[in-house]
């Protein structure tokens, strides 16, 4: 599954940096992440960054993108071919 920010998040600026595909981003009123650019860190850490950072604890599971580690690893491999 990609990741979602709750309505919860403070805006405190530290997940942003902490993503490797750049999937996250400033939105109208709150930081969002991109399902299309989200591997939950899958072949990056053994983490998720933007998790482990939060202070608030707003980042969970996106139930509208569910997939498999597998599905995530074929992601990561895409988006950093050539990089």
Do not use: R, W
């Amino acid at each position: 599954m990609a990741l979602i920010i709750t309505d919860e998040c403070i805006n405190c600026d530290v997940c942003e940096p902490e993503c490797p595909n750049d999937a996250i981003s400033m939105g109208e009123l709150i930081y969002i992440i991109d399902p299309g650019l989200c591997t939950e860190c899958v072949g990056h850490f053994e983490t998720s960054q933007c998790v482990e950072v939060c202070p608030v604890d707003c980042i969970p599971l996106d139930p509208e993108h569910k997939e498999s580690k597998e599905e995530l690893m074929e992601k990561y491999q895409q988006l950093t071919v050539g990089k």
